[in-house]
């Protein structure tokens, strides 16, 4: 709970599934960054060098799966990067 993993992009796309609680994900290419919640049993997919951010914004511990699909030899699976113009996590 409170916890985040900041503003971020991945080397590579990453296929995620919350197996506990409710992660809250910022995008600035979704509805002009307004955050979305992905609960236990749903999933998402990250494109490579997209930018998002996502945190536990609930009471319970979030659990997840982050499936990396291919980081480019000699590549970095997660990058932080500054907040993007617009988006106010």
Known sequence: ???SFGWHV????VAVVVTGGTLTVFDPAVA???????????SFVEPAN??????NDGKTAVTLYALYL???KGGEAN?????????NA
């Not at 307004?34 to 749903?42: E, M």
């Open 1 to 3: 709970p409170g916890g």
């Open 10 to 13: 991945h080397g590579s796309p």
């Open 32 to 42: 002009k960054c307004t955050p979305f919640k992905v609960s236990k049993g749903q």
């Open 50 to 55: 997209h930018i998002h951010l996502a945190r």
């Open 70 to 72: 291919g980081v480019p």
């Open 79 to 87: 990058v932080g990067e500054k907040a993007p113009a617009g988006c």
